[in-house]
């Protein structure tokens, strides 16, 4: 019986049998797709065409979500194909745009971008960073153990404030120095500093993100974590921009009806100043173009709601639009003018 079966396994396959498989498999094989067909170098090509990296922010803060409903709502096979990266701070964003292969795009904090100016850390940074567009604010979270009532409970306990020159590190080390809060300031990154803050072994933990953020959003209440209100006080006020949690944010730590007072910081989409006609140019100005013509689909739901917040005509003082943006954001303003002349309604923004 074996040697029957060793035989049989040896022995040609009929050529009838061979055409059949043969015919079943071709039309598998013709829907394959054609990256599937061409040869390694056409592969290649088409796997880094139309390549736009954007560096983010770290798991659980919305800067990824930010980046991540950028890739599902522009990309299309073939032209455009966006790689959400997780990113270890603005400060290092800015950093990783300047001198990181490949990273194209950054979003980075606004406060940031100016400690970076006024400090001199890189060289005529007002001329090599531009902004394709002004984001969104995103709020300062202070969350705080259950002995913490006020920030003068503060005083002299440790305090995550992030890792050292993230944007969290540069704005809490900003607020809580302009509202004479005496911390032990600590660096531990959002899930570190959360968990730490679980066990009792540090005092509060400084995030900023925009709200609802995943990692804020996760937390139950039932450990005493609780926010901490920050007043908007005139030290604060040059910088930051009022704000507040309600329950609609995050109903585990706000009662329904009530409201934790914050401040916010603007969120600005980042990029090196490419010389035109040079490929990163190129690339930059299709991304730009289909993020425009898009931005109305980011508006809607599944999408993070802080994109409905967001205005694509809205500047940043003392900073310089990227030229292909500017350019876009112009012709969109004529086609307004026109149509308004003409007694049109007026297209929305990002329709092209």
Known sequence: MIESLKTARRRPWPKALAALVLA????????????ARGTKAENIARSNTGIVRVISGAYGETYLRIASDLAAVLNEEGKLRILPIVGQGSMQNIDDILHLKGIDVGIVQSDVLEHIKRGHLHARIDERINYIAKLFNQEFHLLAGPDIRSLTDLAGRKVSVGVRGSGAFITASAVLGALETPIVPVHYDTALGLE?????????????????????AALTGKDGLHLLPIPYAQPLRAAYL??????????ALVPKGGKVPAISVSTVMAVYNWAPGSGRYNRLLHFIEAFFAGFERLQQPPRHRKWREMSLAASVPGWQRY???EAILLKMRNRKRLAAAAGEGAPPDGKR
Not at 26 to 35: K, M, S, T
Not at 242 to 251: C, E, G, N, R, V
Request: proline share 13%; no cysteine.
């Open 24 to 35: 079943l498999l071709l039309p598998g094989l013709a829907a394959l797709p054609a990256a």
């Open 196 to 216: 730490k803050l679980r066990r009792g072994e540090i005092a509060a933990v400084a995030i900023v993100t925009g709200k609802p953020a995943d990692a804020v």
């Open 242 to 251: 009022p704000a507040a949690f309600t329950h609609l944010d995050y109903p």
């Open 323 to 325: 030229a292909p943006a």
